[in-house]
């Protein structure tokens, strides 16, 4: 939502392109996947989920998260054993996944209770019409 985000894209370009170890690369996209879990997080608090940028958010997050298991299979195809690297990266995602999952479900919880609110008022508001209407009968 900064004006300036272009410069945090722009850095984390230049991190991919200068890291050439895949398992590095691997790591590396995990943790912008986390970045991108803490913007949305951010987005939802602040604005809620009608915010654009989330949308954009999500999309950047399954590329983090698709590049980090392309670098795996490289890493594979390099004949490297990757048992361990897959573990970590099959953790962090499914921690990643779990943690976004959780913004998404207290959002939702906002919204019902929002909901709820309203509901409450609209009943209040009917109330006090008919209340009105009796006494002019």
Known sequence: DSPFYFLNRVGEALQEFFT?????????ELQFAAERISEIKAMLVEKGVATPGIEAAKVRLTENLARASGAVIKVKSSGKDIVELAKEVSEKISFQKSALKGVFEDEDDNLSEQEKDLKEQILFSHFQFFKKWLRVK
Do not use: C, I, Q, V
Not at 20 to 28: D, V
């Open 20 to 28: 050439f170890n895949p398992e590095a690369k691997a790591r590396l």
